[in-house]
């Protein structure tokens, strides 16, 4: 059974809305929310972990919507992992962690620590006597105290340098909760989520399995953000291309919002492009049929 949904979710602060009718489920094998900087990923886990309500459309945890379920139960089964950065600074990493845990069950900090991978001696120290990789692994250690089904990760790895993000998606990996997992990276997703969705302008433009949307993406953003981002190990971005740091047109505001970057785009798109099936993915364009076989 599906643990979370969003059904036709709009999202915004104050009255403007950011992210527009999304629909994803949270389904086995890991999910990927993908996108540039401002797509809305982060919008969107905030509504999943009840921190952001819908302006319109649902959230279900299981079958019931987010405002209905029990707060306690809904907070044992949901945990989402923050960046590392997040630590008290002053607090010493055991104790970090046993405030996560029922009182009841702190002496399972150890336990905790080593299932992360880290030496039960460090519970004595603080955060900044730690390696970088090491904050992480407490992070996740934090959110596994209750024994979750699902964890929400927001760019888990993101600020750790190559081989300490591959150790990290490997600690990940061998977990055995469920992840929704946010990321501008596709190569992470690629490893950790069988099933991903790509948002552009607060909208998902693609979605499907991850191993199709990386060998033969159908949307010409889905290809881009492919051909931009490194792979694991591999070499960098080129300069001009979208993480590397050359200017992007902004979204439309009318018809498709990725036509002023699009190198495909044509009169049509003037008209707001609907997800529609397309060789077993969702796809919002009106040449997916052309992006497709290029791929
Ligand atoms: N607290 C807030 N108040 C007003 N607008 C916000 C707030 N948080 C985010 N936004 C806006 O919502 C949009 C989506 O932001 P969001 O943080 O969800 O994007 P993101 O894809 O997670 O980006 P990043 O990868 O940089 O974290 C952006 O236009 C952003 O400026």
Not at 123 to 128: E, M
Not at 240 to 257: D, F, N
Not at 283 to 290: G, K, L, T, Y
């Amino acid at each position: 059974m599906t643990l979370l949904r969003a059904e036709g979710v709009t999202l915004g602060y104050g009255r403007r809305p950011v992210v527009h009718d999304v629909s994803l489920d949270v389904t086995e094998g890991g999910v990927g929310l993908i996108g540039e900087s401002g797509s809305g990923k982060t919008t969107l886990a905030r509504a999943f972990l009840g921190l952001l309500t819908p302006m319109s459309g649902n959230i279900w945890y299981g079958d019931q919507t987010l405002e209905k379920a029990d707060p306690r139960k809904f907070r044992r089964d949901v945990q989402p992992v923050f960046q590392a950065e997040a630590l008290d600074p002053r607090m010493r990493i055991g104790r970090s962690v046993a405030e996560a845990l029922p009182r009841a069950a702190r002496s399972r900090v150890p336990e905790l620590l080593r299932q992360v991978g880290l030496d039960p001696e460090l519970a004595g120290r603080r955060p900044h006597e730690l390696s970088g990789g090491q904050r992480q692994r407490v992070v996740i250690a934090r959110a596994l105290a209750v024994g979750p089904r699902l964890l929400i990760l927001d760019e888990p790895t993101s600020a750790l340098d190559v081989t300490v993000q591959a150790k990290i998606l490997g600690l990940l990996e061998s977990l055995d909760t469920e992840r929704l997992l946010i990321t501008h990276n596709l190569a992470v997703v690629e490893r950790l989520c069988r099933t991903s969705y790509v948002l552009f302008a607060g909208r998902v433009v693609e979605s499907g399995p991850t191993a199709d949307l990386l060998a033969a993406p159908a949307h010409p953003y889905t290809r881009a953000l492919r051909d931009a981002v490194p792979r694991l190990g591999g070499p960098p971005p080129e300069a001009g291309s979208a993480k590397g740091g050359g200017t992007e047109a902004a979204p439309a505001a009318t018809g498709c919002a990725y036509r002023l970057r699009c190198p495909l785009a044509g009169p049509e798109c003037e008209r707001a492009p609907e997800l529609r099936d397309v060789r077993g993915r969702r796809v919002a364009c009106h040449r997916a049929e052309d992006v497709l076989p290029v791929t």
